[in-house]
């Protein structure tokens, strides 16, 4: 049969410190699972190619991309002007297109971050039940905030107005929520599997064994806010085995903190799930142990992107001190992904994750290299 293939985009800063590890646990897993993977690795999209040629990745990189079956990618963005003024700089705007022009292309409409303490994890809550928290983040990925519709009137002068719409389609808006609470069910089967079944109470006092939370600014943002509210009733008949809950987002905030282990499965707008997730990074250990993944759940013929939730860390960028752990989890996941059709992938990607954190288990708290870390991977794996 044919290959799985896979594009792999290194990008900026520590992107590609930390998928230099992630080659080497592809690598080795590929000869210990028999696997049938091929990558390539493409110098773009990167500030260091636009540098070069005038653009982020060259004209036909999207017709390239689309002939894989996934994209891991490390991270792209330039530090800007701020940092360094001597370094050649380039606005965010322009360096980060692609990572959304992929999103989109692809129709990537599902952004998938889970949050759980790691054994070894470093533990930024005091509060010992936060060992408990395991939740999945689910970010509507399409559209809402992050449509670039807009613009700037009278730019420069005093009376200027910047515009930036927000749009949301009740078709988005259905396919993110009914996604959320598939994953609910799912999550709830897998914990009766492993003897670990949770349970949250539903508005009405039901207990129920998984849980959808959505998240809006309903009070403030009424528009969307109420037909998010509206579509949310409705898909949840669909799921009587599932119990709902919602937060205005500033709520859900402080929520995640005080008591982040009561949620399941949580449902946010673009922008809005991107800030939450950086802050439910910070429960699981911090960004250098936090996964995510860009899904397109409808057609798997169009590749879907596995990366960080971190970015490109341009204060700690070639120095051999980027975490590769949260890349590493990434492309366990994407393994875990494209084994939905190929089991031994799904193997391979099992193993991945069992390596990374058994291996954060026992050294979690230790500073070791990128390289270091990475060697005690491959050595978990049996490669060395
Ligand atoms: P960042 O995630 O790059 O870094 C935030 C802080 O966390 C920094 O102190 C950094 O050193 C630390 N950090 C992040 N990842 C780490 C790791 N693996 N190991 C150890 N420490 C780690 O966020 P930022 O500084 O706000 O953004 C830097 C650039 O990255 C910007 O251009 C931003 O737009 C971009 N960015 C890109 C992506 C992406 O490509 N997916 C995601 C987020 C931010
Ligand atoms: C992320 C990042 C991106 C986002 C930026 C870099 C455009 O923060 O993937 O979380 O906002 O989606
Ligand atoms: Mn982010």
């Known amino acids: 049969s044919k290959p799985t293939r896979i594009a792999v985009t290194p990008g900026d800063g ?19 699972y028999d696997l049938l993977l091929e990558w390539d690795v493409f110098e773009w999209p990167s500030t260091e190619w636009h540098r070069r040629n005038g653009d982020m990745m060259p004209a036909d990189a999207m017709t390239r991309l689309a002939g894989y079956d996934a994209i891991l990618l490390g991270a792209l963005g330039d530090p800007g002007p701020s940092r360094d003024p001597h370094r050649y700089v380039l606005s965010d705007s322009v360096s980060l297109s692609p990572l959304l022009q992929m999103r989109k292309g692809f129709d990537q409409w599902v952004c998938e971050r889970p949050a759980h303490q790691l054994k070894g994890a470093r533990q930024y809550l005091a509060d010992p039940r936060a060992a408990d928290t395991d ?5 509507e990925n399409s559209e809402g905030e992050y449509v670039g519709q807009g613009g700037r009137l009278r730019q420069g002068q005093p009376g200027e107005i910047a515009t930036q719409t927000e749009i949301f389609t009740r ?70 085995d599932v119990a709902t809950h919602h937060e205005l987002v500033d709520a859900a905030c402080m929520k995640f903190v005080q008591a982040p282990w009561a949620f399941d499965v949580v449902v946010a707008s673009n922008l809005q ?24 759940p409808d057609d798997r013929s169009q590749p879907s992107m596995f990366e960080p939730t971190h970015g490109s860390a341009p204060d700690i960028a070639g120095q051999n001190r980027a975490d590769p752990t949260a890349m590493l989890f990434t492309t366990a996941r994407m393994l875990d992904w494209l084994g939905e059709e190929r089991p031994a992938l799904a193997r391979a990607g099992h193993a991945l994750y069992s390596a990374v ?3 954060l288990a026992e050294h979690g708290h230790e500073e070791r ?16």
Not at 213 to 230: P, V
């Open 369 to 384: 290299t990128t390289d270091a870390l990475g060697d005690a991977i491959l050595a978990r794996l049996g490669g060395q």
């Open 171 to 240: 078709f988005a808006t259905e396919r993110i929520i009914r996604f959320g609470f598939e994953r609910a069910r799912k999550r709830a089967g897998e914990r009766h599997e492993t003897g670990k079944p949770r349970t949250f109470g539903n508005p009405d006092g039901e207990q129920l064994e998984s849980q959808v939370c959505l998240i809006t600014k309903r009070n403030a943002l009424r528009h969307w806010g109420d037909m998010y509210t509206e579509v949310f009733a409705e898909v949840a008949k669909d799921y009587p």
């Open 14 to 32: 520590i992107g590609p410190d930390v998928i230099q590890q992630s080659l080497r646990a592809l690598d080795h897993l590929r000869q210990q």
């Open 357 to 359: 954190a058994a291996d």
């Open 135 to 139: 939740m999945l983040v689910i970010r």
């Open 273 to 296: 799930g991107d800030i939450l997730t950086d802050l439910a990074a910070v429960i699981s250990g911090g960004l250098g142990v936090a996964p995510s993944c860009n899904l397109n």
